[in-house]
């Protein structure tokens, strides 16, 4: 069964702002990976089963105008991974984003405080190869937390979902 797309919702609620809740007017991914940051996460399939847990911890800086974003993966059954994104700011707020397991290029457009983030890229599922598709929406909720939700899918048909919750120190 097909998800429904994932929405952005402007933080108020029947024209008020939300209680204690104040989000950001804008998301600079630049000023918030730099240095670093710290987050947790999990994988659950298409039937909301929790599959995968996982630590990240991040390291951003700025080269050559471009975003390098190191990525250390820390899986609960012991794996370990690395990635590391080169991100340019091609202006309008639009972005792209490369890294060695990312087929192409990865196309993002921001919204405000949200990060609208896509790309495929090839996963290693019970010993074989499958191009997946990833569809990220980035929320930054404050100066130093960040959410995270990705749809993976496969020729259409939704896979699982991604929950990753960033957090600066």
């Given at each position: 069964?097909?998800?429904?797309?994932?929405?952005?919702?402007?933080?108020?609620?029947?024209?008020?702002?939300?209680?204690?809740?104040?989000?950001?007017?804008?998301?600079?991914?630049?000023?918030?990976?730099?240095?670093?940051?710290?987050?947790?996460?999990?994988?659950?399939?298409?039937?909301?089963?929790?599959?995968?847990?996982?630590?990240?911890?991040?390291?951003?800086?700025?080269?050559?105008?471009?975003?390098?974003?190191?990525?250390?993966?820390?899986?609960?059954?012991?794996?370990?991974?690395?990635?590391?994104?080169?991100?340019?700011?091609?202006?309008d707020n639009r972005f792209t984003g490369t890294a060695a397991d990312i087929q192409g290029?990865?196309?993002?457009?921001?919204?405000?405080?949200?990060?609208?983030?896509?790309?495929?890229?090839?996963?290693?599922?019970?010993?074989?190869?499958?191009?997946?598709?990833?569809?990220?929406?980035?929320?930054?909720?404050?100066?130093?937390?960040?959410?995270?939700?990705?749809?993976?899918?496969?020729?259409?048909?939704?896979?699982?979902?991604?929950?990753?919750?960033?957090?600066?120190?």
């Amino acid at each position: 069964m097909e998800q429904p797309p994932l929405s952005h919702s402007s933080g108020k609620q029947n024209g008020a702002d939300a209680p204690g809740l104040s989000l950001p007017s804008a998301l600079d991914i630049y000023h918030y990976f730099q240095g670093e940051t710290q987050a947790y996460g999990i994988f659950e399939d298409r039937f909301g089963k929790l599959r995968r847990c996982f630590k990240v911890r991040i390291h951003g800086e700025t080269e050559d105008g471009r975003l390098r974003l190191t990525e250390d993966f820390y899986y609960d059954d012991g794996e370990e991974s690395q990635r590391i994104w080169l991100i340019t700011d091609e202006g309008d707020n639009r972005f792209t984003g490369t890294a060695a397991d990312i087929q192409g290029q990865a196309q993002g457009v921001r919204q405000r405080h949200m990060l609208s983030w896509r790309y495929s890229m090839d996963l290693l599922i019970q010993g074989r190869s499958w191009r997946v598709h990833f569809d990220d929406r980035m929320y930054l909720l404050d100066e130093k937390i960040m959410v995270n939700r990705a749809r993976v899918s496969k020729w259409g048909m939704t896979l699982g979902t991604v929950s990753i919750f960033f957090r600066k120190p």
